[in-house]
């Protein structure tokens, strides 16, 4: 169904391939704001294959550079932040977040030699405690005004993950709405409810029954609706994919909030999650969703696993007869860990065979591709805002919720969804 070509058409993101140019036309984060302390270092980062430099200058302002210098190429995030910038420690050299030349101490006096050297760099912005680069070519779009990007800190929790794998594929994990029923499945609905982290009480509906799908196209990207019925009641999720890399689903918070997955490439072969948790009504529980993240990443290392490829992730056979389905702990981020990092790097999507489920993954792999063939048109690609009104986008809504009417799920939907506003 997907060819060679559709693969590594979605896959590849160096610069000048097809979905580097993509990704490229988006804001992308880059960095955690806690990443980058007053007075703390400047941060070496590798992004779609490029190695930048994000530093913030006496002033506070932020600036995404390249690495190495241009005059002689040493690696500017040993430089020191000074002079309006940031400093090379070879020779001298300072450039300002911009990219601008403003020093260069070896020079005869009055050359106007570093006037003419403009340094790689990017805009940058910031939202939801993270920062977002704009690494495409041309006036960069408005960053989505999602209500978690424009919430109060405290309202929010903020992650890191680092997986070795192709970014679509962590990212297809989580537009995957039948996983939940093994992959994350607990053996007792309790241990679901009390594993860190996890507050969610409609977890018994979605280790059961074979859901309804039914995907959306939006002017973000797609909405996705996973029915399930159960008994006398029926269980509805929303989730979405916002083009051309971003999941936005239910998660700790349930109904009062929702989690948004943004998978950034690296290299082709990792990327790096980043998950923001929020809570709309108020102050989210920091110390458990800390709790959670521990379980997967070693507190006090670069973002190094627990469980990994040379530990078999640690799985555990005794555990699986009582407790978790797949013996891999209860954290949930651990198993969509192992799931995306076991198909290899960069999966072979020749070898698939998809089913019904699948529907929303290959919709958001049509869009991805959609985006490729519209760019190259010279067209704009499907989930690009250009006004602050229009970037809100009010309609994008997670929900995960007990229906009334299961049979006219998305009118019911549209009921509650305009009654929540
Ligand atoms: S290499 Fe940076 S100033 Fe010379
Ligand atoms: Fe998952």
Same mark, same amino acid.
């Given at each position: ?264 490439? +690296? %290299? ?5 999650? !980043?998950?923001?948790?929020?809570? /709309?009504? @108020?102050?989210? *529980? ?52 192992? +799931? %995306? ?5 960069? !999966?072979?999507?020749?070898?698939? /065979?998809? @089913?019904?489920? *699948? ?63």
């Amino acid at each position: 169904m997907f060819s060679k070509e559709d693969n590594e058409a979605m896959t590849r993101t160096s610069p000048g391939t097809k979905a580097g140019k993509l990704l490229r036309q988006y804001w992308q984060p880059v960095a955690l704001l806690a990443d980058l302390p007053p007075n703390g270092a400047p941060l070496p980062l590798k992004v779609m294959d490029e190695d930048l430099v994000l530093f913030k200058d006496e002033t506070g302002r932020l600036g995404l550079l390249g690495l190495n210098c241009p005059h002689r190429g040493a690696d500017l995030s040993y430089g020191r932040v000074e002079g309006g910038g940031l400093r090379c420690i070879y020779h001298g050299w300072v450039f300002d977040v911009t990219g601008q030349c403003l020093e260069q101490p070896a020079e005869p006096r009055g050359r106007t030699y570093c006037q003419h050297v403009k340094h790689l760099s990017y805009p940058v912005t910031t939202g939801g405690g993270m920062v977002f680069a704009y690494m495409g070519e041309g006036e960069p779009p408005v960053l989505p005004q999602l209500e978690c990007l424009t919430a109060a800190d405290d309202h929010l929790a903020m992650w890191k993950f680092r997986e070795r794998c192709n970014y679509l594929q962590g990212l297809e994990g989580d537009i995957d709405p039948f996983h939940l029923n093994y992959l994350h499945r607990a053996m007792k609905s309790k241990d679901a409810r009390d594993a860190p982290g996890s507050s969610d009480q409609y977890y018994d509906f979605y280790t059961r029954g074979t859901p309804r799908l039914e995907v959306d196209r939006t002017r973000y990207g797609l909405r996705i609706f996973t029915m399930r019925e159960l008994d006398e009641r029926a269980y509805l999720r929303v989730t979405n994919f916002m083009m051309p890399n971003v999941a936005i689903v239910a998660g700790p918070t349930g109904e009062d909030g929702y989690t948004l997955l943004w998978h950034v490439p +690296v %290299t082709d072969e990792v990327h790096i999650k !980043y998950m923001l948790n929020y809570k /709309r009504s @108020g102050p989210i *529980d920091q110390t458990g969703l800390k709790k959670a993240y521990d379980m997967h990443v070693i507190p006090g290392t670069n973002l190094e696993p627990r469980r990994h490829k040379e530990n078999r992730w640690l799985q555990d056979r005794e555990e699986m007869k009582t407790s978790w389905y797949a013996g891999l702990g209860p954290s949930f981020s651990v198993h969509d860990n192992w +799931v %995306t990092e076991s198909m290899g790097p960069i !999966y072979d999507r020749t070898k698939e /065979r998809l @089913g019904y489920s *699948d529907m929303a993954v290959v919709a958001a792999r049509r869009q991805i591709l959609a985006g490729i063939a519209d760019m190259d048109a010279g067209k704009e690609p499907v989930g690009r805002h250009h006004d602050e009104e229009s970037a809100k986008l009010k309609e994008l809504v997670v929900r995960s919720y007990l229906v009334e009417d299961r049979n006219d799920y998305k009118k019911d939907f549209v009921a509650q969804t305009e009654a929540a506003e």
